[in-house]
């Protein structure tokens, strides 16, 4: 490995709270990446692309002399500064100053829908609304699991905000690791003494339809605040909506059908 890729990784690194966040969010052993910066390991293939696209680099400017490598990222991290930052933040702000609190909704859900990228199966995952600062936060894991065998296929991780706006749920999330993709949810709020089930729509472009968007409906099965998370996950997955696995209720509100004379997709409120 050289010592340009090695310098150049650490000066990165140096950006981030610490060398275990960023193998966290690259999902990179760490052991392994030690070894990267040590300078006794080079990356493989696969691991030099997730490692540029998460520091946004080319791997041509990861392997140059280490002082133009630090004025390349001195420049590239400028429009990141707080003047950049300022108006998009103060929209966000903006759309937190309106929203109503979300304080009956933390704790962990189910999330179904039909699958974007496999025909015909509905996704359950595991879902987490929660409170930071006075503002609030949505956390998603997917785990892809054979539905014959239950072994993982692959594993999707989301992040995202909330806001409460016009007796509307909004939720925005992104892919925390690849950073590739958007979904936007809007759900109907329950205005039930006891949380049980939101149902909304929602819209995205998960990267195995290549470049085509989507939509459908998505509903929320209020788990609790206190769960065990570990046996939850175990129960995740893609299941086929004829094994019985997903209640029947849960699928006719996830069904994406649209009436003769309707021109748009839409839900009803349950």
């Given at each position: 490995m050289s010592d340009e890729?090695?310098?150049?990784?650490?000066?990165?690194?140096?950006?981030?709270?610490?060398?275990?966040?960023?193998?966290?969010?690259l999902q990179i052993n760490r052991q392994q990446f030690n070894k990267y910066l040590a300078g006794s390991s080079h990356p493989s293939r696969h691991n030099m692309r997730r490692i540029c696209d998460f520091f946004g680099v080319s791997e041509s400017e990861l392997l140059l002399d280490p002082p133009q490598f630090e004025e390349i990222v001195a420049l590239k991290r400028k429009p990141i500064q707080q003047e950049a930052l300022s108006k998009p933040l103060r929209h966000l702000d903006r759309l937190y100053q309106h929203s109503h609190?979300?304080?009956?909704?933390?704790?962990?859900?189910f999330r179904y829908f039909y699958s974007f990228g496999n025909?015909?199966?509905?996704?359950?995952?595991?879902?987490?609304?929660?409170?930071?600062?006075g503002k609030y936060y949505w956390k998603n894991i997917e785990v892809l699991r054979d539905p014959a065998t239950g072994r993982?296929?692959?594993?999707?991780?989301?992040?995202?905000?909330?806001?409460?706006?016009?007796?509307?749920?909004?939720?925005?999330?992104y892919k925390s690791v690849e950073v590739n993709t958007i979904t936007q949810a809007t759900l109907y709020p329950s205005h039930r003494s006891r949380l049980d089930i939101l149902v909304g729509i929602q819209t995205g472009g998960p990267t195995r339809r290549g470049r085509k968007p989507g939509a459908?409906?998505?509903?929320?099965?209020?788990?609790?605040?206190?769960?065990?998370?570990?046996?939850?996950?175990?129960?995740?997955?893609l299941f086929n909506p004829q094994s019985g696995t997903i209640r029947p209720e849960i699928l006719d509100l996830i069904e994406n059908r649209m009436d003769p004379g309707n021109f748009v997709f839409d839900v009803d409120e349950p």
């Open positions: 890729l090695r310098h150049n990784l650490a000066l990165l690194c140096s950006y981030h709270l610490s060398i275990a966040e960023v193998c966290r969010k609190g979300l304080e009956k909704y933390l704790g962990y859900y025909l015909g199966q509905v996704i359950r995952s595991l879902a987490l609304i929660y409170r930071e600062d993982a296929m692959g594993l999707n991780k989301y992040e995202g905000v909330l806001f409460f706006l016009a007796d509307r749920i909004y939720i925005m999330e459908s409906k998505v509903a929320l099965e209020y788990l609790g605040r206190d769960i065990d998370a570990r046996a939850a996950l175990k129960r995740t997955g």
